[in-house]
């Protein structure tokens, strides 16, 4: 399974000046509840957030963000579209990686996740304690509400919507095992092979047993067997069946 996951900030300025080292924040930023609720298959999910980050030049001083973050409904995405979204100005290595999901197509399933935050869905405010005390403190107040869709992190003040990323990414695969179970229930992905085989094989009996109370579903048998193509693995059974038919 390849799982690609696509994060779009909207309304987020980060210039230069401001950025943190991306890999220092995702170090530091720990998810301390994710949401109970799997994200959505088939619609929109909002997931709600409680960010808290020390004040870097104080002590004792917890920066506290309420928001919401839209994520999108997983979208299929097909190995050769994402070998072609791979070569766009990579080299030789992703042209190969490229080649192999092409080579792999009825192994793989590619979903594509998306999510959006906006600084216009923020609340914020300072309190004046310890972290661990606050970090206790919303967590009860989180579990009381009885929302399969909150969430708590802890990470840095600047940038914060890396913090979130981090986030987002817990929560898609977590939700990837259900997405893909039930997008196979409504045939939208392929199945695993040995699977397939197994249904047809549970098929052509249920067929046979068809045809051996009613002959007159002997040619539907042979048509099914024709369409599988696997009519010469059948062939003595079925003309068995037809002679004793007679």
Sequence with gaps: MVVYNEQRLESVCMDKKQQFDYAYAMRNTEVILTPSRRLETFGHTVVNYLLLSELMDSVNQVRIRE???KAHRPEIITP??????LLDGFGDEARKYADFLQEHERDLVILQYGFVIRKEDIRQYVVHEKLASVVDQIKQDVQGRNDPLSAIVVGVDKPWEVSLVKLMVEVMQKSVPTNVREM???NLLPKDPEEERRDRER???QEFKRAKDDPSRISHLGEKLQEYGVFEEYEDR???LLKSSR
């Design 238 to 240: 079925f003309f068995n």
């Design 80 to 85: 050769q579209s994402f070998g072609h979204m």
């Design 203 to 205: 098929e052509i009996e």
């Design 67 to 69: 928001g919401r973050i």
């Design 184 to 186: 196979q229930q409504r």
